[in-house]
């Protein structure tokens, strides 16, 4: 065992040497980000009720074909979601009643980026700044939702409900991904990153129906800003 860690420390430490030579780099970084979900659904009262707060994190790997200019994947876990509220049905006691349900969406993706990027590099000494645009595929990890259901006939009394969602949720979502940032070298091997992303979800996320009329499939995509906070190595 102690074999293999003192290998898997010099390799480490192999490729964080070398990493400014050749032309890549890679990172680790927490997301914080600001969430909603907007829908198109005809027919019956869907609508954003508002943003949501999150808190992500990742890896990035970048590789730079020319001096300037390069692409960008890693690996993130994404936390966002926002709050709906639509019209429903709701079975509470052996009751069905129908109401409007203000529903809070807590979704769990593990997202691959494929970005190109463009950069000033060295032209401005240690500090620098970056642009991006690609794509944003995601696959779900899980749903969860927090809904708040006023009864029509009882608007004085609503009942609040946590749920497990997964069913309702598409397992992929697509996105596309614009973004800026600036980096700051305070070491040979060491630069802080600070980037803003816009991810702009353009899959439906929602796969369920209405539950007041069976007839309308629920419609949503979820959109983000998020803000980068990281070191590349």
Do not use: C
């Not at 659904?41 to 074909?65: Q, R």
């Not at 991904?177 to 980096?183: D, H, L, M, N, Y």
Request: no cysteine; net charge positive.
């Amino acid at each position: 065992m102690k074999k293999t860690m003192a290998l898997g420390f010099f390799l480490a430490m192999f490729f964080i040497a070398n990493a400014q030579e050749r032309s890549f780099n890679f990172g680790l970084h927490g997301t914080p980000s600001l969430s909603w979900m907007k829908s198109n659904v005809d027919g019956e009262v869907y609508k954003s009720d508002g943003a949501t707060i999150h808190m992500g994190y990742g890896a990035e790997f970048n590789y730079f074909f020319v001096k300037n200019l390069g692409i960008g994947t890693g690996i993130d876990v994404v936390y966002t979601g926002g709050k709906m509220q639509f019209h429903t049905a709701m079975t509470i006691d052996n009751v069905s009643d129908t109401g409007i349900t203000t529903r809070k969406y807590r979704l769990q993706y593990l997202q691959i980026p494929l970005v190109i990027i463009g950069t000033t590099g060295n032209m401005l000494g240690k500090f620098s700044i970056y642009a991006k645009f690609g794509l944003g595929n995601s696959f779900k990890l899980s749903a969860k939702s927090s809904d708040k259901f006023v009864i029509t006939k009882r608007p004085d009394a609503p009942v609040a409900i946590d749920n497990n969602i997964t069913k309702q949720v598409s397992f992929i979502r697509e996105s596309m991904i614009i973004g800026v940032g600036a980096t700051y070298k305070v070491a040979k091997i060491l630069t802080i990153n600070v980037g803003l992303t816009y991810n702009n979800g353009f899959t439906d996320v929602l796969t369920g129906t209405n539950g007041a009329n069976q007839s309308i499939k629920e419609n949503a995509k979820v959109n983000y800003f998020d803000l980068s906070l990281g070191l590349l190595f």
